[in-house]
């Protein structure tokens, strides 16, 4: 079955660095992609890995290790607006043309 | 202006009453999706378009209807609606690939 696991909380303060970690259980995987989303609002993307390694975009980086089925987000420099819900998802490309989200890990920076 | 637009944004409605959330995106996206957001469990897939006539099963497609006859348009239906289906509903759209998904608002729908 398809499943994907990242941490429901994590805390950290501002102008430190956190990573966000994900690991999938999926068929017909496609790439990762991270979203975040701040309270009310929608998701907006982050960033998208297909192939191994590190993608860098301004404070942010997502990591990808196809053979772990692993993933990460890496957010530097926190700033207090960085208080959110990061998403990492998965797009299977099989049979079907799905995209599976996680449940979310809760991001607090603390001043 | 870039955007994916639902509406209503809002709507209380009773068990039984069919209704239906539009959305629409002006960015010539081939993918379309619907997703209900609960507390604890994310972002979970409900039914999604790779083009105008093409739609498809997600994860969580019972008691939902979808339609594709326009390219900008992906109106979710919801025939009987029951109290378990209460829930913030997203739209999005992409291109073909994938990679980045845009959400539109959300509709926060209560069923009573």
């Known amino acids: 079955g398809q499943s994907l696991e990242q941490p429901s909380e994590v805390t950290a303060v501002e102008g430190a660095i956190v990573q966000i970690n994900c690991t999938y259980q999926?068929?017909?995987?496609?790439?990762l992609s991270w979203y975040q989303q701040h309270d009310g609002g929608a998701p907006t993307f982050l960033s998208y890995n297909a192939l191994d390694g590190l993608e860098e975009t301004g404070r942010f980086s997502s990591f990808l290790s196809r053979s772990d089925s692993y993933g990460y987000l890496l957010l530097q420099e926190l700033q207090m607006k960085d208080s959110a819900s990061y998403f990492c998802?998965?797009?299977?490309?099989?049979?079907?043309?799905?995209?599976?989200f996680g449940s979310g890990t809760r991001l607090l920076v603390r001043p | 202006e870039a955007q994916v637009t639902q509406n209503p944004r809002y709507l209380i409605t009773v068990t039984g009453k069919k209704l239906t959330v539009t959305c629409s995106q002006n960015?010539?996206?081939?993918?379309m999706s619907w997703y209900r957001q609960d507390p604890g469990l994310g972002l979970r897939q409900i039914y999604y378009?790779?083009?105008?006539?093409?739609?498809d099963k997600g994860d969580v497609p019972e008691g939902y209807k979808v339609s594709r006859k326009e390219k900008r348009n992906f109106p979710l239906i919801l025939e009987s609606p029951s109290p378990n289906q209460t829930s913030l509903y997203f739209c999005?759209?992409?291109?073909?690939?994938?990679?980045?998904?845009?959400f539109g608002p959300g509709t926060r729908l209560l069923v009573l």
């Open positions: 998802a998965v797009s299977e490309m099989d049979s079907s043309y799905k995209l599976i």
């Open positions: 999005a759209s992409s291109t073909w690939g994938q990679e980045t998904q845009y």
């Open positions: 960015m010539n996206h081939e993918y």
């Open positions: 378009s790779m083009n105008v006539e093409v739609t």
């Open positions: 999926t068929s017909g995987f496609y790439g």
